[in-house]
């Protein structure tokens, strides 16, 4: 698939709190590999996702249960490791993870399998490759795509990082108006979660509630009815 060939990481090196790098695939140019970030002797290090468990629609909230389970399981094991959060360069759909290192390929995949991924991203000196965790796992190949880092940019998610604030679609007019306005409520909610906005502090553009639950994207899909709100869930919201 080429979605791993395009696979944009976020990665926080000194933590959440601190500036954040990207790793960007440039196909045909000079790579980067961890040394560049991590420092002479680093070796490969591995991006381990906490979405969509053994390949299911999952909602936000199944998500972050997977999510932290995975940091769970990391802290334990007193790995190495750092928040990542991999998206497509548009940002259709993002995978909250981690990226590791210290650890083999074996054990990368291990982690990932026990957490119900179907893949590991392997960063080392020939660039990004995409591991299988199981058979009957396409991923496309394993030749690496070259990388670069870059500082990332931390405006508006929803305009890919870019400053000024965004402007909500759709509205509370007509009924298609009105469902367009709530997925793009849900996926404003999603990118602020993953990246954080400099523009608005996080706090979002408004949006509408709405009576059910979405499955959120992946690499196979956009975003999915899933099952209906409680009012109890729709209050809290």
Same mark, same amino acid.
């Given at each position: 698939?080429?979605?791993?060939?395009?696979?944009?990481?976020?990665?926080?090196?000194?933590?959440?709190?601190?500036?954040?790098?990207?790793?960007?695939?440039?196909?045909?140019?000079?790579?980067?590999?961890?040394?560049?970030?991590? %420092?002479?002797?680093?070796?490969? *290090?591995?991006? *381990?996702?906490?979405?969509?468990?053994?390949?299911?629609?999952?909602?936000?909230?199944?998500?972050?249960?997977?999510?932290? %389970?995975?940091?769970?399981?990391?802290?334990? /094991?007193?790995?190495?490791?750092?928040?990542?959060?991999?998206?497509?360069?548009?940002? /259709?759909?993002?995978?909250?993870?981690?990226?590791?290192?210290?650890?083999?390929?074996?054990?990368?995949?291990?982690?990932?399998?026990?957490?119900?991924?179907?893949?590991?991203?392997?960063?080392?000196?020939?660039?990004?490759?995409?591991?299988?965790?199981?058979? %009957? *796992?396409?991923?496309?190949?394993?030749?690496?795509?070259?990388? /670069?880092?870059?500082?990332?940019?931390?405006?508006?998610?929803?305009?890919?990082?870019?400053?000024?604030?965004?402007?909500?679609? =759709? =509205?509370?007019?007509?009924?298609?108006?009105?469902?367009?306005?709530?997925?793009?409520?849900?996926?404003?909610?999603?990118?602020?979660?993953?990246?954080?906005?400099?523009?608005?502090? %996080?706090?979002?553009?408004?949006?509408?509630?709405?009576?059910?639950?979405?499955?959120?994207?992946?690499?196979?899909?956009?975003?999915?009815?899933?099952?209906?709100?409680?009012?109890?869930?729709?209050?809290?919201?």
């Amino acid at each position: 698939m080429e979605s791993y060939r395009q696979t944009v990481i976020r990665i926080w090196p000194n933590g959440r709190e601190d500036a954040p790098v990207d790793v960007v695939p440039t196909p045909g140019a000079e790579t980067d590999g961890p040394e560049a970030l991590f %420092g002479e002797g680093c070796g490969p *290090v591995f991006v *381990v996702s906490g979405t969509h468990a053994f390949g299911r629609l999952t909602t936000p909230d199944e998500d972050e249960a997977t999510l932290g %389970g995975l940091y769970w399981g990391l802290g334990f /094991q007193g790995e190495d490791w750092l928040p990542s959060v991999s998206t497509s360069p548009e940002r /259709q759909w993002v995978e909250k993870g981690a990226l590791v290192k210290g650890v083999d390929e074996g054990e990368a995949i291990s982690t990932a399998s026990h957490h119900g991924q179907d893949f590991v991203l392997r960063w080392d000196a020939s660039g990004l490759t995409p591991v299988a965790t199981r058979e %009957g *796992v396409d991923v496309g190949g394993d030749e690496p795509v070259a990388v /670069q880092l870059t500082p990332a940019r931390t405006g508006c998610p929803m305009r890919c990082g870019a400053d000024g604030v965004c402007k909500m679609y =759709g =509205g509370p007019w007509t009924s298609s108006s009105i469902t367009a306005a709530y997925f793009w409520s849900r996926h404003c909610d999603l990118l602020l979660d993953a990246f954080g906005c400099d523009v608005c502090e %996080g706090e979002g553009g408004g949006g509408l509630i709405g009576g059910i639950d979405l499955f959120t994207p992946s690499r196979e899909g956009g975003w999915q009815r899933g099952a209906p709100r409680t009012l109890a869930q729709i209050r809290g919201a």
